[in-house]
């Protein structure tokens, strides 16, 4: 599975983005597609997935109200559409594809299957 990930950049707080990232390979439609974010200095965190089956969403909580994550099965891409940025949303986000029936807090960085290169979200206040 590869995953090729965009939509990264500069905004100020209060702005917004929206990530997208691009699954393809002949076995992607078996991954559940999400995101998590690495901050300078810190670990690699979940921020948001969302199931194939059910279009079951699951975010991180400082997230919530602000990001919303969707999914177009046609064309196997998922978004993150993030409102309200704040400068500690500054990170490397990734995305994740995780093996169908696998999701489940605490969504561990070690149960990602595979990874997209990352995007660059810079937020300045």
């Known amino acids: 599975v590869q995953l090729q990930a965009s939509g990264g950049g500069s905004v100020q707080a209060g702005g917004s983005l929206r990530l997208s990232c691009v699954a393809s390979?002949?076995?992607?439609?078996?991954?559940?597609l999400g995101w998590y974010r690495q901050a300078p200095g810190k670990e690699r965190d979940f921020v948001a997935v969302v199931t194939r089956s059910d279009g079951t969403t699951y975010y991180t909580g400082s997230v919530k109200g602000r990001f919303t994550i969707s999914t177009n099965s046609a064309d196997n891409t998922v978004y993150l559409q993030m409102n309200s940025l704040k400068p500690e949303d500054t990170a490397v986000y990734y995305c994740?594809?995780?093996?169908?029936?696998?999701?489940?807090?605490?969504?561990?960085?070690?149960?990602?299957?595979?990874w997209g290169q990352g995007t660059l979200v810079t937020v300045s206040s």
């Open positions: 994740a594809a995780l093996i169908v029936g696998t999701i489940r807090s605490p969504f561990l960085p070690s149960w990602v299957n595979y």
């Open positions: 390979g002949s076995t992607s439609s078996r991954y559940d």
